[in-house]
């Protein structure tokens, strides 16, 4: 498994019964507290690995710190709090890299393994599947409305638990139905994975913009002028792919391309397993798991926002 899906990792054969996971990503702080920092970040770079359907085995630091600008100690906290999570997905921390930089960035490059028969990719949906996404969206305008002060603290802290949270419940519990395809929601946005798994596929996705859950304040920000970095872009890349007869607010619609951090996992099960499987994932904790969407017969792959 290499570039030609757009998927989330490598994955490399090393044997009848065992293939190899590698997956790289860092990212710049969310929030100014280095512990939740830390967490977050590893979260993120782990989730590739439960995407592809694998269990974390080890994990490298990369990490860029101003030493001259910020105590030593705010490392410390960073990576404690990169440990942390690591050990939490049973993986051993293995070491890492660190560069002076200007600005502090940090994240992991990992290694999963996983079974070669039962390789998850984003190019598996058929006609017919429901589509289940496990966490809310809202994660890139809530940082920047943190950043920015439009979000006072108080409010951001109570998203950062689950933000912080693995996604491996999620596919434990997953991994004993039909799965067809999946992949996890990060800088793209709900809709441009979305679109990735459609073009994967050579089908159309209908998202259901009502059912799409949101973390507290996303809209709100949205609609106080807030934005990210990647909004933009995120919308140029999915030109010409999506429409919608949904009606939504200019506000409503930039939660499409909201940039999520270690944001859920979008699965693609057959309809007649969705219930079952959304049930599963309440009884484990998930509790925002819902059924997002469906996959439908198409000339040409897009995403329709119904």
Same mark, same amino acid.
């Given at each position: 498994?290499?570039?030609?899906?757009?998927?989330?990792?490598?994955?490399?054969?090393?044997?009848? #019964?065992?293939?190899?996971?590698?997956?790289?990503?860092?990212?710049?702080? %969310?929030?100014?507290?280095? @512990?939740?920092?830390?967490?977050?970040?590893?979260?993120?770079? $782990?989730?590739?690995? @439960?995407?592809?359907?694998? !269990? %974390?085995?080890?994990?490298?630091?990369?990490?860029?710190?101003? &030493?001259?600008?910020?105590?030593?100690?705010?490392?410390?906290?960073?990576?404690?709090?990169?440990?942390?999570?690591? !050990?939490?997905?049973?993986?051993?921390?293995?070491?890492?890299?660190?560069?002076?930089?200007?600005?502090?960035?940090?994240?992991?490059?990992?290694?999963?393994?996983?079974?070669?028969?039962?390789?998850?990719?984003? !190019?598996?949906?058929?006609?017919?599947?429901?589509?289940?996404?496990? !966490? %809310? $969206?809202?994660?890139?305008?809530?940082?920047?409305?943190?950043?920015?002060?439009? $979000?006072?603290?108080?409010?951001?802290?109570?998203?950062?638990?689950?933000?912080?949270?693995?996604? &491996?419940?999620?596919?434990?519990?997953?991994?004993?139905?039909?799965?067809?395809?999946?992949?996890?929601?990060?800088?793209?946005?709900?809709?441009?994975?979305?679109?990735?798994?459609?073009?994967?596929?050579?089908?159309?996705?209908?998202?259901?913009?009502? *059912?799409?859950?949101?973390?507290?304040?996303?809209? #709100?920000?949205?609609?106080?002028?807030?934005?990210?970095?990647?909004?933009?872009?995120?919308? *140029?890349?999915? *030109?010409?792919?999506?429409?919608?007869?949904?009606?939504?607010?200019?506000?409503?619609?930039?939660?499409?391309?909201?940039?999520?951090?270690?944001?859920?996992?979008?699965?693609?099960?057959?309809?007649?397993? &969705?219930?079952? $499987?959304?049930?599963?994932?309440?009884?484990?904790?998930?509790?925002?798991?819902?059924?997002?969407?469906?996959?439908?017969?198409?000339?040409?792959?897009?995403?329709?926002?119904?």
């Amino acid at each position: 498994m290499g570039f030609e899906t757009s998927d989330d990792a490598a994955v490399y054969r090393v044997a009848d #019964e065992i293939a190899l996971i590698s997956t790289v990503d860092y990212i710049t702080p %969310p929030v100014d507290d280095p @512990y939740w920092f830390g967490q977050i970040a590893a979260a993120n770079s $782990l989730s590739d690995v @439960y995407a592809m359907g694998g !269990k %974390p085995l080890t994990a490298l630091n990369l990490v860029m710190f101003p &030493s001259k600008k910020l105590d030593m100690g705010v490392l410390k906290e960073i990576l404690r709090g990169g440990s942390d999570k690591v !050990k939490e997905a049973g993986a051993s921390m293995a070491g890492g890299h660190s560069v002076d930089d200007n600005e502090p960035k940090y994240g992991l490059a990992v290694t999963g393994c996983v079974h070669p028969d039962h390789i998850l990719t984003n !190019k598996g949906c058929r006609a017919g599947d429901a589509l289940i996404l496990t !966490k %809310p $969206l809202g994660t890139g305008v809530l940082f920047n409305a943190g950043r920015s002060g439009r $979000l006072a603290y108080t409010e951001l802290e109570a998203i950062l638990p689950p933000v912080a949270t693995l996604n &491996s419940k999620a596919m434990e519990v997953a991994s004993h139905f039909d799965i067809h395809a999946c992949t996890d929601i990060t800088g793209f946005g709900i809709l441009g994975h979305s679109l990735e798994m459609a073009k994967g596929s050579g089908l159309q996705i209908d998202l259901v913009f009502e *059912r799409l859950p949101l973390y507290p304040h996303a809209l #709100e920000m949205y609609q106080k002028g807030e934005s990210t970095g990647s909004n933009k872009a995120n919308r *140029r890349l999915a *030109r010409g792919f999506w429409e919608a007869s949904a009606i939504m607010s200019p506000a409503q619609e930039e939660l499409l391309f909201d940039p999520q951090t270690s944001g859920g996992l979008l699965i693609s099960v057959p309809a007649d397993q &969705s219930e079952e $499987l959304l049930a599963g994932l309440k009884k484990a904790g998930v509790d925002a798991a819902v059924q997002v969407g469906e996959v439908v017969e198409a000339q040409t792959p897009c995403v329709r926002v119904v």
